[in-house]
């Protein structure tokens, strides 16, 4: 039985790339910083006026991509920290549907706790100062 393209195991991680490359080139040249682009805005600080553990992640990735490391850690230092732990996640998840596996990484119960106290955490730091 012949596999169709779209059910190979890399299709989705490669998917995900390209979404991911086609964000980053038009963000690269839209400043988040500045009014008047089309980026979305938080749903979560349009409700509340409070910032999400996310907040500021557009604007971290622009920085990176500028090399204002400083501007990055100052928009979002979690986000900035776990970044890494992100792309390598994304990284095997490629190198797994290139082997021609699929790859679904699980968090156990105890890793979903301490991601969603750390998330809460953050909120409430970035919010008191």
Do not use: K
């Not at 920290?81 to 082997?99: D, E, F, N, Q, T």
């Amino acid at each position: 039985m012949r596999r169709l393209p779209l059910r190979h195991p890399a299709t989705a991680p490669a998917a995900v790339l390209a979404a991911g490359a086609a964000g980053a080139a038009y963000l690269y040249r839209t400043d988040p910083h500045e009014p008047g682009h089309l980026l979305p805005q938080c749903p979560f600080r349009m409700l509340t006026g409070l910032l999400c553990p996310a907040c500021g992640g557009t604007r971290m990735v622009y920085d990176l991509m500028h090399g204002h490391l400083t501007e990055a850690w100052l928009d979002n230092r979690v986000l900035l920290l776990a970044s890494p732990y992100a792309l390598v996640l994304l990284g095997r998840w490629a190198w797994a549907g290139l082997r021609g596996r699929r790859r679904r990484p699980t968090l156990g119960p105890r890793a979903q706790v301490a991601v969603l106290a750390l998330a809460v955490a953050w909120t409430v730091a970035r919010n008191i100062v």
